[in-house]
């Protein structure tokens, strides 16, 4: 089995990397930096490295990569820069889902490519009645305003939701939100809801990224798990931020 995972050099897909590895999956990363990748990567058997930006790969290249993948996990994410922020492209993540997601259906592969999104729960879930309150309206609607990968975020989970949906015969998806991410070396026990349990504005909860990453590659590697959480928008808490 193998698996495409993009944001492989940053935070979280780098752990999620080493836990497919672990696994012993056959893994390809797309990188713009590969002098930045661990050396361990460079001679690994089992670890493809292909250097190139998502956005410039041209759609037969997209269709190519793909091609021999059972799963496609994106961590792509914008850097807390002034440029990551405010530059371009101001819709990495949106543009990004929907290439990949473009080059799994011109395949047409006879069993359904799973598709993990790494995401935050500022996104709501809106096939779910997801409330939160009046203050907490205010200030993402402000955040939507002043910080363009908020509004990222949305709409790749959202292009999932209702382009891809739930009757794709393509592609099978999963968007992951988590909560406060921290860095942890150990992989700790955590909790997986289908929506938040607390205000991600006002009472944030906290998870590790090697928990992010253990749960997205259990998503990959565990059928029962997935088939629980497929087309869903699971978030995810350690459960010492409880």
């Not at 759609?59 to 807390?80: F, K, M, P, R, T």
């Not at 907490?136 to 908020?150: A, H, Y």
């Amino acid at each position: 089995m193998t698996v495409l995972i993009v944001g492989a050099s940053g935070a979280t897909g780098s752990k999620l990397v080493e836990q497919l590895l672990t696994k012993a999956y056959k893994v390809k990363v797309i990188v713009r930096s590969p002098e930045k990748l661990p050396e361990s990567w460079k001679t690994n058997d089992h670890l493809q490295i292909i250097t190139a930006s998502v956005l410039d790969l041209s759609e037969v290249e997209l269709s190519n990569i793909v091609s021999d993948c059972s799963a496609v996990a994106s961590c792509l994410g914008h850097n807390l820069t002034w440029k990551g922020i405010y530059g371009q492209p101001r819709r990495l993540v949106t543009d990004a889902t929907k290439r990949f997601c473009d080059a799994i259906e011109s395949n047409n592969a006879h069993s359904p490519t799973k598709f993990v999104l790494m995401n935050t729960t500022g996104s709501r879930n809106r096939d779910l009645n997801e409330p939160i309150s009046f203050a907490q309206k205010c200030v993402i609607s402000l955040l939507r305003l002043v910080l363009p990968p908020d509004v990222d975020n949305e709409k790749a989970a959202d292009y999932l939701r209702t382009q891809i949906g739930q009757k794709n015969k393509s592609i099978e998806w999963v968007v992951v939100r988590p909560d406060g991410l921290i860095n942890e070396e150990k992989v700790t026990d955590y909790e997986i809801h289908r929506s938040p349990t607390r205000s991600a504005i006002f009472d944030a909860g906290k998870v590790s990224q090697i928990n992010v990453a253990h749960f997205m590659a259990s998503l990959i590697s565990d059928l029962n798990l997935w088939n629980t959480w497929k087309g869903q928008m699971p978030v995810i808490y350690s459960k010492s931020s409880s």
